[in-house]
């Protein structure tokens, strides 16, 4: 039996379909991989139910994710939901958060069947996962007809891809630190401005997007004068200002420090995650790991002094990298 062009290609087409379907036929994140911190997930949803478009899509957050902010779409309503966190987790500021965002939700929306689109989310992955784990976020899908569950998470030896409708995942990676790039400078660099002694400068490098970042700092008056440190000037930035951090009926608050901070004689005082800082407004360029950023720091009486700050990894606490997560 003669089989016509027209017949092959069309079986041949309607396999393609097949194993595209089958190869995408689940709610799941392009970026899937992660090694703590800031991270962005691009939910990406392929397909609408029984043929009918998308209207609502709603994503359950884990356990350990923190700090969650969704990204609006034109033409949907967004919402979300806050509830207890099992835990205390650190976080930006150096505040602890005990609870936060548990679901994210599109709706009203029209996502035809035979389109795709993505829904973003961006949040905090806590140090509470090691690396290897796989991070699950539970997805309801509903459409004009129908709807789908991304719910199932697999068992332990159980593969993912034996299950009919799993949760879309991200997967923790390791943090890379045996290259020299990735190393901080030890804590014994000193700069000398008059009876004034500045140690160890450092700051923490910022996620994608960011416009400010903090300088942390201990500086010691050696003289009989009382000073102050009034401000500074890095090139990475457009200003720099002084500023507080203070708990305040249970929440966190900033304050620039008009006056600067008082250093009295014999005394030291530290600049530190948590507490007071210098804060590097409207940045002209992202801080790196192992580009260290150079500039000034400015006093009452000793006037100006030329320093550097090394860069710390994302979240870290102190001039080493640390599993603590703060920011400012």
Known sequence: MKISNFACSATFTAVLMCFSTAAFAHVSIDNAETKGGTFKARFNVPHGCE???????????????IGVKPMPKPGWTLATTKAAYAKTYDYFHGMKVSEGVKTVSWSGGTL??????????????????TPGTKVYFPVEQLCEKGSHAW????????????????????????????????????????????????????????PGGATVAAGYVAITNTGTDTDRLIGGSFPASARVEVHDMTMTDGVMKMRELADGIEIKPGATVTLAPGGLHLMMMDLKQPVEVGAPIK??????????????????????????????????
């Open 295 to 328: 500039g000034q720091l400015k006093f009452e009486k000793a006037g100006t002094v030329d320093v550097e700050f090394s860069v710390s990894a994302i979240g870290s606490q102190s001039s080493q990298p640390s599993d603590k997560h703060d920011h400012h």
């Open 51 to 65: 043929g009918s478009a998308t209207t609502t899509v709603k994503i359950t957050i884990p356990e350990g994710i």
């Open 151 to 206: 719910i199932e998470i697999p068992t332990e030896g159980q593969d993912a891809h034996d299950l009919k409708s799993p949760a879309p995942a991200i997967k923790i990676v390791a943090q890379v630190s045996n290259s020299a790039s990735a190393q901080t400078p030890s804590n014994d660099r000193t700069f000398q401005v008059g009876s004034l002694k500045i140690t160890n400068p450092w700051t923490r490098a910022t």
């Open 112 to 129: 035809l069947n035979e389109h795709i689109d993505e829904f973003t989310l961006s949040m905090f992955v806590t140090k509470s996962f």
